[in-house]
């Protein structure tokens, strides 16, 4: 059984996929906890199944540095197989990295290399792409640049708002990181491989 820890900004619907497909007892995979860097509206769906929560805010230390250590003693008290960040949209110094990966991963609404940063989705539809996606990808030392685990392609309808774009990309990416959660489970998908 793949153990996760799960860290959130906002709404967390990619967590609520995670946390449905890890309450069928089928599902190869359960969820320790779920963190955050604020008081996200997302944290209630750990709330609702059970899962304990942790906020760790930036804000409250004098460095980047101090506040993703702290983050860090939370991920690891639980002592995951896995992190994913699922909508955590805080840059991670390169010291959170090295101690986790390559079992962290991230997810991104474009298709990687393209469109990396914040603001994915407005990048995408103001470049005039003809289509967009979906990434799931290793975290390593850059901003989105690790190897790419999984991807999904959509087409963007003509004339479609950057939030509707994005409510469209998010339907996909749910099932893609079950998808993916469920083959690192079941040694389909080696990350220690794949970050080589
Ligand atoms: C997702 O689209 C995810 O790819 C994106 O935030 C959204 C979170 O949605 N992540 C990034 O942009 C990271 N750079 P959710 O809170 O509903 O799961």
Not at 88 to 95: A, I, N, S
Request: proline share 6%; glycine share 8%; aromatic share 4%.
């Amino acid at each position: 059984m793949l153990s996760i820890v799960v860290l959130i900004s906002g709404s967390g619907s990619n967590l609520r996929a995670l946390l449905e497909a890890c309450d069928n007892p089928l599902f190869p995979a359960k969820i320790l906890a779920v963190g955050s860097d604020k008081a996200a509206a997302g944290l209630s769906h750990a709330e609702e199944f059970g899962v304990p929560a942790f906020v760790v805010e930036p804000e409250l230390f004098d460095s980047r540095e101090q506040w993703s250590q702290v983050l860090l003693r939370n991920v690891q008290y639980h002592n995951p197989d896995l992190v994913i960040l699922a909508g955590f949209m805080k840059v991670l110094p390169e010291g959170f990295v090295s101690a986790l990966s390559p079992k962290l991963i991230n997810m991104h609404p474009s298709l990687l290399p393209a469109f990396p940063g914040a603001h994915a989705v407005r990048d995408a539809l103001s470049a005039g792409e003809s289509t967009t996606g979906a990434t799931v990808h290793i975290v390593d030392s850059g901003v989105d640049t690790g190897p790419v685990l999984a991807q999904r392609e959509i087409a963007i309808a003509p004339g479609i708002a950057e939030s509707g774009l994005h409510e469209q990309i998010k339907t996909i990416e749910r099932s893609l990181i079950v998808e993916v959660v469920s083959q690192i489970a079941e040694g389909k998908l080696n990350l220690s491989e794949r970050a080589n």
